[in-house]
């Protein structure tokens, strides 16, 4: 299954959004506009260039924020790989069943991904991943 997955974006954590864009727009990447994603507690952004990787910024907006925990531990670092795919309930569940990866919640709607389903999952030798149902 995981052959299907088409790679998304890359995570980062940051402090700050505004500082952390600013070497990315200097490098010619293009930023849209900052959403609150109040479930989560967290201000996001995605950089775009043409030809790069699309990366995420998250950022807590305050201190009870679900990446509070990962900044404090990692500082300002990439922590997670996303990948799209066709039918987010069959990767999930192949992903727990199959594959052993750890869900941190089942799929539930992102605001800042227009409302499509994600979820993450981890497993200790990969990492953190997120996946994000392509409509």
Request: hydrophobic letters at 40%.
């Amino acid at each position: 299954m995981f052959k299907d997955f088409r790679f998304h974006h890359i995570g980062y954590v940051t402090d700050n959004i505004a500082h952390t864009s600013a070497f990315y727009l200097d490098a010619g990447y293009q930023k849209t506009g900052n959403v609150t994603d109040e479930i989560q507690g967290v201000s996001i952004c995605f950089l775009l260039r043409e030809g790069f990787p699309r990366i995420e910024l998250i950022e807590p907006v305050d201190e009870n924020s679900s990446v509070n925990k990962i900044l404090k531990k990692t500082g300002v670092a990439p922590y997670h790989v996303c990948y799209e795919v066709d039918d987010i309930i069959a990767a999930f569940d192949e992903l727990v069943e199959v594959q052993d990866f750890i869900p941190l919640f089942r799929p539930v709607e992102a605001i800042a991904l227009d409302n499509r389903l994600i979820c993450y999952l981890y497993r200790k030798d990969v990492g953190f991943i997120e996946i994000v149902n392509k409509t």
